[in-house]
């Protein structure tokens, strides 16, 4: 049996809401799953995931194949990377201690990033929260331009006749 862990739809109609489930490959898409190891809302800014990682690195050194979205999401949020830190302890490169410490410090730089993207569109929103709140000076017609006095033809002097 193929395991794939992937994404399951769930939400109304233009409001997705997203499984992360392990199921058999054969499985539809919104069917039957073995095990839900986490949530993806993509319409937070940025997007909110929540992953049990445990669960996640244990399937998938079950042999458990992520989808390409599935995949980029347990990379953003670590797993792949535990996974290969993990491999090398198991080859005997390092020693688990190193390798957590590893894995802490990445995670660590991560969050930081994570945060500064939040401050950076929560102050974007702000700003354009005040920017609609402004008052806007109404637009006002220009004053029409007074034309040039013409001068009047018909009382022109004509010169008398000598």
Wanted: glycine share 4%; proline share 7%; net charge positive.
């Amino acid at each position: 049996m193929a395991v794939k862990i992937r994404l399951q739809r769930h939400g109304s109609k233009k409001r997705p809401f997203y499984f992360i489930v392990v199921a058999d490959s054969r499985a539809p898409r919104d069917g039957k799953f073995i095990q839900k190891i986490g949530t993806y809302n993509p319409l937070t800014h940025p997007a909110t995931v929540l992953v049990d990682r445990q669960k996640a690195l244990e399937w998938l050194n079950n042999g458990a194949q992520p989808t390409d979205t599935v995949r980029k999401i347990l990379s953003t949020k670590g797993v792949l990377y535990l996974k290969h830190l993990l491999r090398g302890v198991s080859l005997d490169l390092f020693d688990q201690e190193s390798a957590m410490s590893k894995f802490e410090l990445w995670h660590q730089d991560q969050e930081s990033k994570l945060r500064s993207r939040q401050d950076a569109a929560a102050r974007e929103r702000r700003e354009r929260r005040m920017e609609a709140a402004k008052p806007r000076p109404k637009k006002v017609a220009p004053a029409p331009v007074p034309a040039e006095p013409e001068a009047d033809q018909s009382a022109e002097t004509v010169p008398a006749a000598e």
